[in-house]
């Protein structure tokens, strides 16, 4: 089975900067990935699709890109809206649906 | 708008069964596949188990498989996770959600559901 890692698990950032998450697949998996954004005590939330493709109605500072193996989350000039913790899933049209482990951005 | 809603958690001893449902409402129902998607408390999302549009293919985690049985009834769109043989490991919010693609693969998940709380204890 294809496994999704995440890196890192949790980071610190203050409003304005610019982070990036990674997602790792342990096979090549072309660009079937997507990436969720759950906000605490809140349902996910998709925000990009097919590794690079922004969802109806994302603002644009969220952005994917990547293909193959390794896959970045990028968010620029952070807002207080986003400090959440974003899932990573390999999204071919058969399971497993895996998930990453997550990957919680916080408050500096 | 394009809504999932879940209902039927609470609290179930272990060894027992429950019945989650998925209502939809706002889009052709009868057209998407369904998930559902669970997370125990302060963890990550595991995929449990998916439904096709006209409900003639389903599958499961293997962690899941052997107890758990999805359903649909597109006449009142809504979904059903028939779940058996529950134990504490089963503790979660359990989300379902609505497959979507334009050329799969691949395929995304959304919306979600709110989520509905199942606890397995004595």
């Known amino acids: 089975d294809i496994q999704m890692t995440q890196y890192p698990s949790s980071l610190s950032a203050s409003v304005g900067d610019r982070v990036s998450i990674t997602c790792r697949a342990s096979?090549?998996?072309?660009?079937?990935l997507n990436w969720y954004q759950q906000r605490p005590g809140k349902a996910p939330r998709l925000l990009i699709y097919?590794?690079?493709r922004l969802q109806s109605g994302v603002p644009s500072r969220f952005s994917g890109s990547g293909s193959g193996t390794d896959f970045t989350l990028t968010i620029s000039n952070l807002q207080p809206e986003d400090f959440a913790t974003y899932y990573c899933q390999y999204s071919y049209s058969a399971p497993p649906f895996a998930f990453g482990p997550g990957t919680k951005v916080e408050i500096k | 708008q394009v809504q999932l809603v879940e209902s039927g958690g609470g609290v179930v001893q272990p060894g027992r069964s429950l019945r989650l449902s998925c209502a939809a409402s706002g889009f052709t129902f009868s057209n998407y596949a369904i998930h559902w998607v669970r997370q125990s408390p302060g963890k990550g999302l595991e995929w449990v188990a998916l439904i096709s549009h006209d409900g003639r293919k389903t599958d499961y985690a293997d962690s899941v498989k052997g107890r758990f049985i999805i359903s649909r009834d597109n006449s009142r769109n809504t979904v059903f996770l028939e779940m058996n043989s529950l134990t504490p490991e089963d503790t979660a919010v359990y989300y379902c959600?609505?497959?979507?693609?334009?050329?799969?693969?691949?395929?995304?998940?959304?919306?979600w559901g709110q989520g509905t709380l199942v606890t397995v204890s004595s």
């Open positions: 959600a609505r497959e979507y693609y334009d050329s799969s693969p691949p395929v995304w998940f959304d919306p």
């Open positions: 097919a590794a690079s």
């Open positions: 096979q090549r998996i072309a660009i079937y």
